[in-house]
């Protein structure tokens, strides 16, 4: 790889020499002599494309060197976007980033390989992933929804170590179950495994545990990473701290990975349950438990991994105190069949009880209420109502079909549903819920709902 990348550099500082020596606009282009490239990572990736971002220290243009070509900034700026396109998929790639004036050699290096596939149904399915069941105990069989043919493929494969509540995630192309708590001779405790699972080879593996056990947290990938936020190590909430602390996963290093765990000012919610996901490099999160009084929220923060902050920005607050909902993170790419379809991040469903201090709970008021916050807007909007009040279900969005979906969820305490909602996400506001005429494979309830490339 570094004679690839070296070679890369070689052949673009040749270029780029000639090319300074036949115009004279390119002094003009580089910009600012004193900008200094401070930090470049992959924003989204898939198969075919990967969005870049990278940052300056003083406002100038920026510039990508790839074996694909050189991509100039339009404008100054501390910060820059781009989108490679027309990757070849499973393919790896080097780039350069620079700011200003930077000779090429200056600028920092970065290699990436694209997503595997685009081919359906895994890569275009609704992965169904955890929860409960109706026997009261965790799934750990996972299904697979394909909803352009809608059609189910029931457990596709297993979960080695069942588990609730635990944070779940597809990153990479591949699926990650980690922490939450497991069920022992008929108690819940809490759980630091890790376990992956790779769709596309249909295999198993064991990562590396968590420093401590991880229960109703906050998951998110951005970029090389997967971060967990808040949550708590025991059923009972206040025993187990509820962390101010983000918990990091280098996926690549090792065979295992490996995690890291720090501190973050401002600090997170201290919180169980909440709802939230990772949309353009940052992670939202709403609602939840307060870990010392079991008490609803309705506040909504976000959390930026590059600068290992929350926002400055005073994010909306939902309609009502809530815990376990479910939320999507609406993203459309210029690849999807509706790319100019908005940016959204939305929350369907949930518990407005309060006082519970332990999980599972042992009470609920489940709500049919839907709210979009579209990135921009400043609050969230009221969407139209759930034909069922649920608890804890699952959502996420079909951008091939243009289609919102909502799996499951519990319905009063201790009965999950199997019912699916689907609804309009190109007008999701004024759109009205529809019954999906295929119900899951089976019941369940605190579950999550994965697309494995996004």
Known sequence: MKFYLYSSIFLLTSILLQVGCENSQLGDILGDESARVELGYVLKLGPNSATLTWNCSLASHGKIYSTTGVFLSLERSKRHFYELQNLQPNTEYSVIFTCGSQRVEEGQALSFRTWISNDPPKTRGIWIVGGIGSQSSPIAEIDL?????????????????P?????IVSHKNKIYVIGGLELISGVYVSSSKVEEYDPYSDTWQTKSSLPFGSQGAIVGSVGNEIYILSGSNS???TNGPVFNTILKFYSDIGASGQWISY???PTIFARVDMSGCAINGTIFYTGGRSYNTGSANATTDAFIPPANSTTSLSEPILSESKHGAASACINPSPQDPFPADGDWFAVFGGSTASGNLLQPVTSISPSNKTE??????GTFAAG??????????????SYETRKIFVFGGASAINIPENIVYSLNSGNPILSAWVTDPATMPRRRYAHKALRIDR
């Open 163 to 167: 588990r609730a509540f635990a944070s």
């Open 384 to 397: 139209p109502t759930l034909p069922s009040s649920l608890y804890y279900p699952a959502s996420q969005i």
């Open 263 to 265: 501190s973050v000012t």
């Open 372 to 377: 979009f916050y579209q990135l921009g807007s």
């Open 145 to 161: 929804f394909d909803p352009v043919t809608g059609i189910w493929y029931s457990s596709i494969t297993s979960i080695p170590t």
């Open 235 to 237: 059923p009972d909430m």
